[in-house]
């Protein structure tokens, strides 16, 4: 892997992490435009992945350091409720994670046909999201987050977005927008976390070496350090631009990149 393109990747990776649009889903295009291996790119995942959870910590730390302030309370309190909405969220990821992660794998070896119809799944239900009228709540109850977080795990598809889906689902379910992109993101670590050791156990079982092989140290820092920089870039700007509910114009730019993605193989 070039430089250049560890950069493109990673401000990929960073900036698709947050913004509707499928991180996974654009990687996937992305390896498949630079002609990146298995090996390669299951390396590089590892350390986009990582990027972005910090950039999440760096964005949100506010957020993160009053959920422990109140959970060492050691007392039923708004903090706790955050907690417990949060863990209830990764139910259904872990379920994937656990029980399903060779049938996802093998839907992202399926190539970009796949992705191409995610991506128009994704510009729908934001569109929808957008349109809704739905009454809104004061606060995420622990059956929305169940549900929001079912809509996480669908998101491992490629080309579904998991920001996308999760914001749209709680838009969908009446919750504030305010509050909504922040669980959205916090909910995310976890996952993110999750994913990224799994992907280490499996570069692990393949050995270090082999993939690291075609992955020069300064591309695994240069995609890293992208991949920080553009995620803190991305999730800043996303939480401003649920608050004033734009993401139609996300919905526009999946259906176009879905389209693009079914018909130019064609050609």
């Not at 986009?48 to 959870?53: M, N």
């Not at 259904?92 to 994670?97: L, N």
């Not at 114009?249 to 993605?261: D, H, P, S």
Request: proline share 3%; with cysteine; charged share 10%.
């Amino acid at each position: 892997m070039e430089w250049f393109e560890a950069l493109v990747l990673g401000l990929v990776q960073g900036l698709t992490e947050y913004l509707p649009v499928s991180s996974s889903g654009h990687l996937t295009i992305g390896a498949h435009l630079f002609g990146l291996n298995g090996a390669e790119n299951l390396a590089f995942t590892v350390a986009v992945h990582v990027a972005t959870v910090l950039s999440t910590i760096v964005i949100l730390w506010r957020e993160i350091v009053w959920i422990f302030q109140d959970l060492f309370k050691w007392k039923w309190n708004d903090g706790t409720k955050y907690t417990v909405n949060i863990l209830i969220s990764m139910i259904p990821v872990a379920i994937v994670g656990l029980f399903f992660k060779d049938s996802v794998e093998a839907i992202f070896g399926s190539g970009l046909l796949v992705v191409g119809i995610c991506l128009l799944v994704t510009a729908s239900l934001l569109a929808f999201s957008f349109w809704a009228k739905p009454r809104q709540r004061e606060s995420i109850s622990p059956w929305h987050a169940f549900v929001i977080g079912i809509a996480q795990a669908v998101a491992v598809l490629p080309g579904l977005s998991r920001s996308g889906s999760t914001i749209a689902t709680g838009l969908l379910l009446g919750n504030k927008k305010e509050k909504l992109a922040q669980f959205s993101f916090l909910m995310v670590i976890p996952p993110i976390l999750g994913e990224a050791l799994l992907d280490a156990k499996d570069m692990a079982e393949v050995g270090v070496s082999t993939a690291m092989a075609g992955l020069p140290t300064s591309s695994l820092i240069i995609g890293f350090l992208a991949a920080f920089v553009s995620g803190c870039l991305a999730c800043k700007w996303m939480i401003n631009i649920v608050k004033k509910g734009k993401l139609i114009w996300f919905a526009l730019y999946c259906a176009i990149v879905g389209l693009l993605t079914i018909v130019l193989p064609l050609l």
